[in-house]
């Protein structure tokens, strides 16, 4: 059972343009998401976080939006750049418990 | 703040051999301690969870007679797997709870395996 889901696997964006990155949770007992950015052969690196009390969360060109009722959050990134290229992923959490990854999206910013 | 130090970065080894894989929390005391596995073009999955001074969790499916985790100290936790094959060639990473709620979760650098 799958209780994260990034249902792309991969995502293409032009350079300056806004990435969109989805992901549904099944889980309403998870209470805290964040978002990874990930290089290959390296661990994960933090992007940002949101509390289920919440329903955005910015930081700099990092937007978190979370949706309880449909179960579903989304990193906004504007505007987008080639540094940005790297595999996301969306974790779940409840009270420092364990992380539940999603899939991963591999964002490509086209120059 | 709150760095989790990992190592070794990549190794190879033959199979039948064991491998262990150390994470030190530099700069804080990580009570708790979870090792993730990530296959190429997967999600990280978890394996286990530790606790500093108690036996490790595992998660349904992880054999804990081969992933031997040790979580003497607050500051180092380790994985050894033993009998390596070539099936456990993976990219191995641990995590831990920052503290306070808010702050989210450091990870290890991740150690590539390879079994050969």
């Known amino acids: 059972d799958q209780q994260v889901k990034q249902n792309s696997p991969s995502l293409s964006v032009q350079e300056g343009r806004i990435s969109i990155l989805n992901c549904d949770y099944t889980?309403?007992?998870?209470?805290?998401f964040l978002w990874y950015k990930k290089y290959p052969a390296e661990g994960p690196t933090f992007l940002i976080s949101?509390?289920?009390?919440?329903d955005k969360n910015e930081d700099g060109r990092f937007t978190v939006f979370l949706n309880k009722s449909a179960k579903h959050l989304s990193l906004h990134i504007v505007p987008s750049q080639p540094g940005d290229s790297a595999v996301y992923f969306c974790?779940?959490?409840?009270?420092?418990?364990?992380?539940?990854f999603g899939s991963g999206t591999q964002l490509t910013v086209l120059p | 703040g709150a760095v989790v130090s990992q190592h070794p970065s990549w190794v190879i080894c033959k199979s039948g051999t064991s491998v262990k894989i150390e994470c030190r929390s530099l700069?804080?005391?990580?009570?708790?301690m979870f090792w993730y596995r990530q296959f190429p073009k997967q999600s990280l999955m978890l394996m286990a969870t530790s606790n500093e001074g108690s036996k490790a969790t595992y998660e349904q499916g992880v054999e804990k007679d081969k992933f031997l985790i040790n979580h003497a100290s607050l500051t180092l936790s380790t994985l050894t797997v033993t009998s390596a094959h070539p099936e456990d060639s993976s990219f191995y990473i641990c995590?831990?709870?920052?503290?306070?709620?808010?702050?989210?979760?450091?990870f290890g650098s991740g150690t590539r395996l390879t079994v050969v």
């Open positions: 949101i509390s289920s009390i919440k």
């Open positions: 700069d804080f005391q990580a009570t708790t």
């Open positions: 889980n309403s007992m998870f209470d805290y």
């Open positions: 974790a779940a959490s409840r009270v420092l418990r364990q992380l539940t």
């Open positions: 995590s831990a709870p920052k503290q306070g709620r808010e702050n989210g979760y450091t």
